[in-house]
């Protein structure tokens, strides 16, 4: 159980209750519960009510898209990066060694991505899955050269389109956590797209 994303959660609807109830309370202040009033304020006050509802839905349906996913079997992993990496057009893939592509459904996804020259993949040196997919359309970007292997791991859909999004994956305590994020919505979504886009001219000018 997320207990962070609980509290979340709870911290949220009491901000939003909180604000109602003082707005309400406000309103009973100048007009005493006792006094006589239209019908006009009590569809007003029925109206705010069902605004706070509404509020309270949406924030705690953003928080749960938003919260990150955390799974522990290699299937399970499998069955979210398939359905990450088909679900846009370009993907960029930022691994070490793809070492999570070894089951024959995530390779069939790729090699549809490639085939349509929506794929590229960095990572440090081939292996022969990249070499495979070269030969289907991927673009591969090895950064061995470098003299650098970065931590980072993570995968961009939609590449260089409004409306991107980026993966990222880390292992914690025997669990794969999984968080995303969309262009212009956190800063790492453009910290990984400077990173790709810097192999890519590093590649283009012969360095990697």
Same mark, same amino acid.
């Given at each position: 159980?997320?207990?962070? &994303?609980?509290?979340?959660? &709870?911290?949220?609807? #009491?901000?939003?209750?909180?604000?109602?109830?003082?707005?309400?309370?406000? !309103?009973?202040?100048?007009?005493? /519960?006792?006094?006589?009033?239209? +019908?006009?304020?009590?569809?007003?006050?029925?109206?705010?009510?069902?605004? @706070?509802?509404? &509020?309270? #839905?949406?924030?705690?349906? %953003?928080?749960?898209?938003? #919260?990150?996913?955390? !799974? $522990?079997? *290699?299937? +399970?992993?499998?069955? !979210?990066?398939?359905?990450?990496?088909?679900?846009?057009? $370009?993907?960029?893939?930022?691994?070490?060694?793809?070492?999570?592509?070894?089951?024959?459904?995530?390779? %069939?996804?790729?090699? *549809?991505?490639?085939? $349509?020259?929506?794929?590229?993949?960095? @990572? *440090?040196?081939?292996?022969?899955? =990249?070499?495979?997919?070269?030969?289907?359309?991927?673009?591969?970007?090895? !950064?061995?050269? @470098?003299?650098? =292997?970065?931590? +980072? $791991?993570f995968t961009i859909v939609d590449f260089e389109k409004e409306g991107a999004r980026v993966a990222v994956g880390v292992h914690e305590h025997g669990k794969q956590v999984i968080q995303e994020f969309r262009s212009g919505?956190? /800063?790492?979504? #453009?910290?990984?797209?400077?990173?790709?886009?810097? &192999? @890519?001219?590093?590649?283009?000018?012969?360095?990697?």
């Amino acid at each position: 159980m997320n207990w962070g &994303l609980i509290r979340k959660i &709870l911290t949220t609807v #009491a901000v939003q209750t909180a604000s109602f109830a003082s707005i309400v309370g406000m !309103y009973f202040t100048v007009i005493p /519960p006792n006094a006589e009033r239209p +019908s006009s304020h009590w569809i007003a006050i029925g109206a705010a009510g069902v605004i @706070l509802i509404v &509020l309270i #839905a949406y924030e705690v349906c %953003d928080h749960y898209k938003n #919260a990150p996913k955390t !799974y $522990r079997s *290699e299937k +399970s992993i499998n069955r !979210y990066m398939c359905r990450w990496v088909s679900a846009g057009g $370009r993907v960029v893939i930022f691994s070490r060694d793809m070492s999570w592509a070894g089951g024959q459904m995530v390779q %069939d996804v790729l090699s *549809e991505k490639a085939k $349509r020259n929506e794929l590229t993949i960095c @990572l *440090e040196k081939e292996i022969p899955l =990249t070499e495979d997919l070269k030969s289907k359309g991927a673009k591969i970007i090895t !950064y061995n050269k @470098l003299g650098h =292997t970065p931590r +980072s $791991r993570f995968t961009i859909v939609d590449f260089e389109k409004e409306g991107a999004r980026v993966a990222v994956g880390v292992h914690e305590h025997g669990k794969q956590v999984i968080q995303e994020f969309r262009s212009g919505e956190h /800063p790492f979504f #453009a910290v990984s797209e400077d990173m790709v886009k810097f &192999l @890519l001219k590093a590649n283009a000018n012969g360095i990697s």
